[in-house]
């Protein structure tokens, strides 16, 4: 039986799982400590600084986390970053508050360099850990693990703020990366390939050039992180930074709480039923689901009371949920093992290349044109890119139209010429939350 339960009486990806578990929580600790202790001591300016030196950071060197995730052992690298993380966090812990702005922001780059480490390694590991017929639950656990997770630990991060202080909850969120090595360095996952990595700047660049060329010789998985890119640029990179001052000026403070507690809800509901679809056009679900987003933006730009506006995050949020579950087992089973860390590094960089841009200009241009034209550019963009990306063969079935079920598509040769890149017809999008659809942080915490 393919379940749940058998899932996780396997103690290697029972161990694996506990490990994301507690990285998670503490990931959401940062999140509430790190404000409280930055803002008063050195106002937002000094504070956006230290997140912008976080975030280009971690897109710089995404790519590069994908090469790396694919020459090495996955459950090693996953150690590595949380050894830069943790160094990262002790920084911020020692100089977030005092001293010269270059040391919380230098702290925060090794920050953002262990998330464009860890999170191709992790994507790229499960399958490793996981066989085929459990994989869809698998990704549906880690999914809602994700938004279980961060929401139970900013409240624990709050509640410690409280209680012992910012600093206090970063000293905890520290004692995190321990249990997360501890599991790591117990499964000891071998690398994929069998030859040592070849040395030299030029062999690196060679194989994330052969990353893009398993992209690109996959039309629907290229068209769909396109989406994404589109997706987060017009809708959930300004929902994520609009959603917050809107919801302040009608609701009050608790506003926002409850709208980020609702895409929470939504989040795990649908990431629980994305567990237990199974179907031969799993594209066709992937899109359709999304089609509540589109009241994400309407009830930004339309004066709707907040309870109605919390069914639409849950509803939104959940079809997210179901989307990112069908995408990310769509390309662990299409993409060869072996090149898995760089097509998850190209679905990240999808997504975030683009949001810091979308995150800045949209307050000054919802501004500028209004909210209702400002929200109803972005349905319309939402609605075109969800469904033109079924002009690209293989995005019904999420997977190569020459597979058949149960195939792997092989991987592209080393020395094979670059493929064309889609036609101009099919326009590209992709699917909210999270690569492909819109990251996870983007979300509405």
Known sequence: MNSLADLLR???????????????????????????????????????????????????????????????SRSTVMAVADVLRMVGVAGLLAFGAYGPLWLPMTAACLVGIGGALYEPAHRAALPQLVAEPLRQRANALDSATKRFGAAGGALAGAALVVAVGPRGALLIDLATFAVSLATLAWLRLPPIGG?????????????????????????????????????????????YALMPIVSLDRYGPAGYG???????????????????????????????????????????????????????????????????????????????????GRVFSLESIGNFALQPIAIAAAPMIALTVGLPLF???????????????????GTVALRSPARRDGDRAPAVPASAPPASAPPASAPPASAPAASASVPEAASAA
């Open 10 to 72: 396997d103690r290697r990806y029972l161990a694996f799982w506990l490990g994301q578990v507690t990285s998670v929580v503490g990931n959401a600790l940062s999140l509430v400590a790190l404000p409280a202790l930055i803002l008063p001591a050195r106002g937002p300016a000094a504070f956006a600084l230290v997140l912008a030196a976080e975030a280009v950071a971690g897109v710089l060197l995404l790519l590069a986390g994908g090469v790396v995730a694919d020459r090495y």
């Open 195 to 239: 030859d040592a990595p070849t040395p030299g700047v030029r062999a690196l660049l060679d194989e994330a050039r052969q990353g893009v060329r398993e992209v690109r010789h996959r039309p629907w998985a290229l068209v769909i992180m396109l989406q994404g890119t589109v997706q987060v640029f017009f809708l959930f990179g300004p929902n």
């Open 258 to 340: 409850w709208l980020s507690a609702a895409a929470s809800v939504g989040m795990v509901l649908g990431s629980a039923v994305a567990g237990r679809i199974s179907s031969r056009r799993p594209g066709l679900w992937a899109m359709n689901v999304l089609l509540p987003c589109a009241l994400l933006p309407l009830c930004l730009a339309v004066p709707v009371p907040l309870p109605l506006w919390c069914a639409a995050q849950v509803l939104a949020w959940g079809g997210i949920g179901v989307f990112f579950v069908l995408w990310f087992t769509a390309l662990q089973s299409e993409f060869p093992a072996e090149v898995q």
């Open 375 to 393: 929200g109803a550019v972005a349905v319309v963009v939402l609605l075109i890119s969800t469904y033109a990306v079924f002009a690209v063969p």
